[in-house]
């Protein structure tokens, strides 16, 4: 029986040392604190953990390390977006078989596929699969963007159970609600708080990489406790953070706040690049204002 997917789910960087070798040392290290840290669920090879920048080798050892590490404690999915559909059926088998709670997929990004090739595109991977997919709404990124009446034609392919909706309209979470209903569970990819009081049962943060606790608690008091005024203040609490790693600095700006930790994250793959002195800085400066540490 699959697991349901509810809570505040880190979407994971992927760690290298200083030359941009992948780290599956560091990796593993980096899965346990954030299980310790009380995140409810894990997803490696997302866009924050650079997925397009990585051979089949790094994909596959950086799944296994997660998967190995987390050992059941939490929930882990597997990004195994693609352009052609079948290397997606493919990622999405082999992340079946390493033992993965679900997949992610982000829709081909650069065919501009039609709602029926969309239609086929996630159908034809549910088919495949026994684990339940996560489609994935990125359109600033993905050059698709899945509008909530898609979505609910969507949530009619069984095993297209969740959602991570990835634009600014919160009220999308409203109308893939009311929608799609108990078909489709939404799970906020940039608003969190703004999505929980919407109804969505999770949020695939990036933030939470250098915040696992306070954004995990955040959906607790929402979803969980309904003590929405509590929540508020300890979300406004934590904006600085979350924004400072929005936008183009998402990978960049996650590495360097989590390397001024204590962690090493290393620098990102290109085409990215470092963060410029000034940003870098900037970092510095919200790791002491919000005392972050990463500790085992």
Known sequence: MSKTFRGTFTVMITP???EGRIDLKAMADFTEWQIRQGIHGLIPLGSTGEF?????????????TVIRTAAGRVPVLLGTGAEDTREVVRLSREAEQLGADGVMII???????????????YKTVADAI????????????????LRPSLVARLATIEGCDYIKESTLEVTRVRDIIRLAGDHMTVFGGILGFESFVEGAQGWVAVASNV?????????????????????????L???????????????????????????????????????PAEADAQMRRLVNEFSLHFAL
């Open 107 to 121: 829709p081909p990004f650069y065919s501009t596929p039609t709602e029926d090739e969309l239609y086929h595109h």
């Open 237 to 275: 609490k934590w904006v600085p953070v979350i924004e400072a790693v929005g936008g183009q600095r998402y990978v960049a700006g996650t590495k360097a706040l989590l390397t001024h930790m204590g962690f090493a994250a290393g620098p990102p793959q290109p085409p990215r690049l470092p963060l």
């Open 130 to 145: 026994s684990i339940p997919i996560m489609v994935y709404n990125n359109p600033a990124t993905a050059n698709v963007d």
């Open 16 to 18: 290298c040392n200083a």
């Open 52 to 64: 397009l920048s990585l051979s089949e080798e790094e994909r596959h050892g950086i799944a296994a």
């Open 211 to 235: 915040a696992p606790a306070p954004l995990a608690r955040l959906f607790e008091l929402v979803a969980d406790e309904g003590r929405i005024a509590e929540a508020r203040a300890l979300y």
